[in-house]
């Protein structure tokens, strides 16, 4: 795979990216050598052969970033959301974690909200989960987990209890999956909207709105379930 082409087709800052893919093909990543190495290889070679209108570009992001949404994703290396958004770097937000969860008890992803919706004044908060989840695999497997994994895990071990009846009807493994999946966004965006951070910014008259969707890795389609932004 080219990575220069994949991520040359968007944005502004994609003068270099089609001058040097004859210059970074030549750097396998299948090679033998540290692929944190290979990184920092490609990395190197990129950022030699920028054109001078990306390196404008790159250095213009240095004076603050005013991202349009803040994304609550899962950590799962399959879902390039810049990719499949067609957004530039400083648009979105992004927050990852195992199942795109949010949790009172969690410190990170409520501090990621609080600064968004306090001091960089976004407006759209957007929970993005995926089908082919191995967080979801995990709780639907039924086995007991390992901390701190399992700890992680209980809320949507939880859902699934209770929904279980529904989701075990389901014909197969993958339409089960997406079931727990969807429910499990529906959940975490009841969170975000019953949280302090929102409904105080909502008091003030900030037009806050939670959107909930699925990203689908078979096809690269997000899809917008519709939740109802405000309880």
């Known amino acids: 795979m ?3 082409l994949l991520v040359g087709t968007k944005g502004k800052a994609k003068g270099a990216y089609h001058q040097i893919v004859e210059k970074v093909d030549n750097i396998s990543f299948n090679k033998s050598g540290l692929f944190p190495e290979k990184i920092l290889e490609f990395n190197e070679t990129w950022t030699k052969n920028m054109s001078p209108e990306d390196r404008t570009y790159f250095k213009n992001l240095t004076k603050g970033h005013y991202p349009k949404a803040v994304v609550i994703t899962c950590s799962d290396s399959r879902i390039p959301l810049d990719l499949v958004t067609g957004t530039e770097p ?4 992004v927050h990852r974690n195992v199942c795109n969860q949010v949790s009172l008890t969690d410190k990170s992803s409520v501090s990621v909200l609080q600064y968004s919706v306090n001091s ?3 407006e759209d908060i957007i929970i993005v989960g995926h089908s082919h989840c191995g ?8 086995d007991e987990l390992e901390e701190p994994i399992g700890e992680w895990l209980k809320e949507i071990k939880k859902l699934y209890i209770a929904n279980r009846k529904m989701i075990d009807s389901l014909p197969t493994h993958r339409e089960q999956n997406l079931a727990l999946v969807e429910l499990n966004i529906q959940r975490v965006v ?3 909207n019953q949280l302090d951070i929102v409904k105080n910014a ?4 900030k037009p806050i709105k939670v959107y909930g969707w699925v990203y689908h890795l078979g096809s690269a389609e997000l ?3 519709n939740i109802p932004s405000s309880n």
């Open 202 to 205: 909502r008091a003030l008259g």
């Open 120 to 122: 960089l004044n976004v």
């Open 190 to 192: 009841n969170i975000v």
């Open 135 to 142: 967080g979801i695999d995990a709780v639907l497997s039924g």
């Open 2 to 4: 080219n990575l220069l």
């Open 223 to 225: 899809h917008n379930l």
């Open 90 to 93: 400083g648009t979105l937000f």
